[in-house]
C-alpha cells in the first residue's frame, strides 16, 4: 500500500457513494415530481453534497502528494507513510462533513409554482442565504481547490524542469510521472466535468430566470459523470 493508492482509494469511495444519489435524482427529473419523501430529501441531497466535497478534497490532496514525492523527496518518506495517509483521508471526511452540513438542515421538500408535485430542494429563509451558498461552495467546492492544485503541478513541472539533467533523476522521472499524469489527468477531468455546473449557479444567481431547464440539468449530468469517468 503506497499513500497514492490509499488517496486513490479514497476518491474512488467517494464518488462511488455520490453516484448512490443518481437513482433518486434520475427518477424525480423523469417524473417532475418527488416521490421520496421528506427524509430521503434531506439524505439525499445531504450525502450528494458530502461527497461533492470529499472528491474535490480527495483531488487536493493527491496533488498535494504528488508535489510532496516529486519537489520534496527527501521528506516524502515522512509525509507520505500508509498511516498518515489514513489520517488525512478522515481529516478530509470530517472536513467534508462539516463544510457541508448548511446541507440536510436546510433540505425539504416543497409544493412546485404550479402545485401540482413536489420537489427536494434547498429551502432558504431568503434569497440571500441562496446566494451567499452559491458563493460559498464555488470557492470552497471549486475555486480554491483547483486554484491549489493547479500551484502544485506548476511547482512540480518546475521542480522537473531544474533536475531533469541530474544523475540518476531519468529513472525518477519516468516513475514519479506515471502517478503524476495520472493525478493531473483525473484533475483535468474534475475542471471539465465541474466548471459548467459552477457557471450555471453563478449565472442563475446574477442573472435568474435566464437560463432554461435543459442547460441546468445538462451541467447536472456532466457533474455526476466525473464520478463515473474516475474509476475508468
Not at 119 to 137: D, E, I, K, Q
Not at 168 to 194: D, I, P, Y
Request: hydrophobic share 55%; aromatic share 10%; net charge positive.
Amino acid at each position: 500500500k503506497t499513500a497514492t493508492n490509499i488517496y486513490l482509494l479514497n476518491l474512488a469511495i467517494a464518488d462511488e457513494l455520490f453516484m448512490l444519489s443518481i437513482p433518486f435524482v434520475a427518477t424525480s427529473a423523469a417524473l417532475h415530481h418527488w416521490p421520496f419523501g421528506r427524509a430521503l430529501c434531506r439524505t439525499v441531497l445531504g450525502v450528494d453534497g458530502l461527497n461533492m466535497f470529499t472528491s474535490v478534497f480527495c483531488l487536493t490532496v493527491l496533488s498535494l502528494d504528488r508535489y510532496i514525492a516529486v519537489v520534496h523527496p527527501l521528506r516524502a518518506a515522512t509525509y507520505r507513510r500508509p498511516r498518515v495517509a489514513k489520517m488525512v483521508n478522515g481529516g478530509v471526511w470530517l472536513l467534508s462533513l462539516l463544510v457541508a452540513s448548511p446541507i440536510p438542515v436546510f433540505a425539504g421538500t416543497a409544493a412546485t409554482r404550479d402545485g401540482q408535485a413536489v420537489a427536494c430542494n434547498l429551502l432558504w429563509p431568503s434569497p440571500a442565504w441562496s446566494a451567499a451558498f452559491v458563493v460559498y461552495t464555488t470557492l470552497l467546492g471549486f475555486l480554491l481547490p483547483v486554484s491549489a492544485m493547479g500551484l502544485c503541478y506548476l511547482l512540480i513541472v518546475g521542480k522537473m524542469r531544474a533536475v531533469a539533467q541530474r544523475v540518476g533523476w531519468e529513472q525518477r522521472r519516468r516513475s514519479e510521472g506515471k502517478l503524476t499524469r495520472l493525478v493531473l489527468t483525473v484533475v483535468a477531468m474534475f475542471v471539465v466535468c465541474w466548471m459548467p455546473f459552477y457557471v450555471v449557479q453563478l449565472v442563475n444567481l446574477l442573472l435568474p430566470g435566464r437560463l432554461d431547464a435543459t442547460v441546468n440539468n445538462a451541467s447536472l449530468i456532466l457533474s455526476y459523470s466525473n464520478s463515473c469517468a474516475n474509476p475508468i
